[in-house]
C-alpha cells in the first residue's frame, strides 16, 4: 500500500481522496491544514485531520505527500519546503513559473533524497505529455492546444472585481470552427479570438449600471479584450443553481507531415464533469509512480514527462502486455 | 548523432528512412536486406544496402537497428536474434503473442547487454499507452479501441484467396453512431458489428460467379460474418487507381468516473495519410529513447509503456519545461 497524505483540504483535495478510494494499492495516512483541523470534515474514515506545521512528524508515515495548494499562493513556497522531508507531488499550473518551480523544487529534493512530481494534472500533465508524444512522432509539425467549455477561475476573479458586481463565472470556449479546420489538415495561424470565446454570467449589485459593467468586462485587457466575449446578467439564484459546475475539458491537436505528401492529424480530448476530481485522480496515479520511482533510487524533481506510463497504472507489468499493449 | 541501421526495406523502411531525415539527432548507417542488395535502391544517397546476413559485422557502427519485418514471419525471430547483437526497436503488433515475445526478446537482449523495445507504433504503440494513461486517471473505467477508416491487409488478402477473386482491397469502418454514443458518457457493450463495418473492393476473374464471391465473403467466418460487409466490383484499373492509399487511423475512447456524481471521457484520435510513414516515424522515436536509455544503463526488454515520454523528443527537458510542459 502507498500511503498518501494530502496537504491543504479543498476541493482538490476532495478529488484526491475520492481517487484514493478508487485505487486499491493506495491508503490515506492523514490530512493536513492551515484552517483549524476541528473545523474540516473529511469523506474517509478514520483519518486525522492535522495542523499543517504538524505534517513533518508524519515523515516515516506517509510515502507520498500530495500538496493541493493553489499555484498562485501556496505550491511556489509548498512544493519546495515539503520536498525536503516528503516525496511530494503538486499540480503547480503557472506555465511561464514552471522553469522556476522546477530548480527551487530540484534542489531541496535532491539535496534530502526525495522525489518530487510538479505541474501534475492534465493541462499541465496529460496535456503536456500528448504535446511531446505528438511532437516525437510527428517532429516539426504544429500543435495546438484548446480549453473547454469550462470555467476559469481567474477570469471569473476578474470579472468579480469590477464595481457593481456581486458575483460572475465565466466560461471558456473553444471555436468549433478553428478545430474543425485543424482536424481537416489545415495548419492555420489562428488568434487569440479565433481559438476561444468567453462567456460570462454576471450577477449585478442592486442599482449597478450594468452596461458599464459589460464595457468594463469586454475591454479589460489581457483578459477579454482580444476576445469576443458575451455577457449575460442574471439572478444570484439563477447564478447559483445553473452555474456551479467545475465541468471543463479541452483539446490538444498535432497536424504533421511523415512525408510531402503524407499529412497526419493527431487529437487528444478531456471532457471532465469535474475539473478538480480529475486533477485530483491523476495526482494520485502521480503519487504511484512517484512510490515507484523513488524505491528504484531516483530523487529530484519530475514532470509526467519523466515518467513511464507502467509506473502510473495499478497494473502490474506482464498483465499490461497481455491486455493493455 | 544516433546512427541507425534499417533490415529490411518495405513501406514501413521507407517510412523509417524518411523520418530518419526530419530528425537532426539521427543519420542512417546501412540497410540490410534478404534480397540481393543490388535490386535495392533505397531514397538516402550515400548509404550502403548490404545482404541481412552481414548485419553482425556492423555491431559497433549502428547504435540502435530498427527491424522493418512483418509481425506474420520475420519479427518473432528476426528481433530475438537481433537483440543478441544490437539494440533493437520492432513493431511487433499480433497482440496475442506480445507476452511471449517479449520473453525471448528478453531474455537474448538482457544476456548481451543491450536494449530492445517491441511492439512500437501506433496499435500496439500509442494506442497502447493511451490505454494505460487513461485508465491510471480513470482506473475502473471502460476502454474502446476502434481502427479506421483504413486498409486491412489481412482481410485484403483473405479476400484475394477466394476462387474467382483477382484482387481485392478491404476497409474497415469504424461506426460513427457507436464513437458518439462513448463520447456522450455511455458505456455501452457492444458487438463487433456494432463498433465496425467493412468495405469491400473486388477485381473479379473474367466469368467468375460475382454472387457466389459476395456469399463466400460476407460468410466468411472470423473475417467478416460477424459484421456488415459491403461487397463493390471493380475493374483491376479503378483498383489500382483509386484503392492505393494505405491511408489509416483510429480512436481510443475511456469513460470512467471520478465519484458516483462525475463521469469523464478520454479520446485519442489519429488519422493517417500513410500508415507505414507514421510507423516508422513512431519507430524513430523509439529509437531515440532506447539509445537514451541504454546509455542510462537499461537492458532487457520494454514497450512503449516503460519509456518517460522525454525520452522520445529530441528537445532537450530544460527546453521542455520552458515551452512544452
Redesign the interface.
Known amino acids: 500500500m502507498v500511503r498518501i497524505g494530502i496537504m491543504g483540504y479543498g476541493n482538490l483535495a476532495r478529488?484526491v481522496e475520492?481517487?484514493i478510494g478508487?485505487?486499491s494499492d493506495m491508503t490515506l495516512k492523514a490530512v493536513f491544514t492551515r484552517r483549524n483541523p476541528e473545523t474540516v470534515s473529511i469523506a474517509t474514515e478514520g483519518v486525522p485531520v492535522l495542523k499543517s506545521e504538524e505534517a513533518v512528524n508524519y515523515k516515516d508515515e506517509i510515502d507520498v505527500m500530495i500538496l493541493c495548494g493553489g499555484s498562485a499562493n501556496d505550491l511556489g513556497e509548498q512544493t519546495p519546503y515539503f520536498a525536503q522531508y516528503f516525496n511530494v507531488v503538486d499540480s503547480f499550473d503557472t506555465?511561464a513559473k514552471?522553469?522556476q518551480h522546477?530548480d527551487e523544487t530540484q534542489r531541496a529534493a535532491e539535496d534530502n533524497g526525495n522525489l518530487a512530481a510538479i505541474?501534475c494534472g492534465w493541462d499541465?500533465g496529460?496535456f503536456?505529455?500528448?504535446?511531446?508524444?505528438a511532437?516525437?512522432?510527428?517532429?516539426?509539425g504544429t500543435t495546438y492546444t484548446f480549453w473547454g467549455k469550462g470555467l476559469s477561475q481567474g477570469h471569473s476573479d476578474a470579472i468579480r472585481r469590477i464595481e457593481g458586481v456581486a458575483d460572475a463565472r465565466q466560461y471558456t470556449i473553444p471555436v468549433e470552427e478553428a478545430l474543425d479546420r485543424i482536424?481537416a489538415?489545415e495548419t492555420p495561424e489562428l488568434t487569440t479570438r479565433e481559438k476561444h470565446t468567453r462567456e460570462c454570467y454576471v450577477v449585478a449589485e442592486e442599482g449597478a449600471d450594468t452596461e458599464a459593467i459589460r464595457n468594463a468586462i469586454v475591454n479589460m485587457p489581457n483578459y477579454f479584450d482580444e476576445y469576443d466575449t458575451t455577457v449575460h446578467f442574471i439572478s444570484q439564484e439563477e447564478l447559483d443553481r445553473n452555474h456551479r459546475s467545475t465541468a471543463h475539458g479541452g483539446f490538444v491537436l498535432h497536424s504533421g507531415a511523415?512525408?510531402p505528401?503524407?499529412?497526419?492529424?493527431?487529437?487528444?480530448?478531456?471532457?471532465?464533469?469535474?475539473n478538480p476530481?480529475?486533477t485530483?485522480?491523476?495526482l494520485v496515479?502521480a503519487a504511484?509512480a512517484v512510490y515507484r520511482m523513488r524505491n528504484e533510487g531516483r530523487t529530484g524533481c519530475i514532470?509526467?514527462?519523466?515518467?513511464?506510463?507502467?509506473y502510473?497504472?495499478?497494473?502490474d507489468?506482464?498483465s499490461?502486455?497481455?491486455t493493455?499493449?
Request: no cysteine; glycine share 6%; charged share 20%.
Open positions: 478529488g475520492s481517487a478508487r485505487n506555465h514552471i522553469l522546477y505541474s499541465p496529460l503536456s505529455i500528448n504535446r511531446i508524444y511532437e516525437s512522432a510527428l517532429p516539426g482536424r489538415g511523415t512525408a505528401e503524407y499529412s497526419n492529424v493527431i487529437e487528444y480530448s478531456l471532457k471532465l464533469d469535474s476530481y480529475f485530483g485522480s491523476v496515479a504511484r514532470t509526467m514527462a519523466d515518467i513511464a506510463p507502467s502510473l497504472i495499478e497494473t507489468s506482464r499490461l502486455l497481455e493493455m499493449i
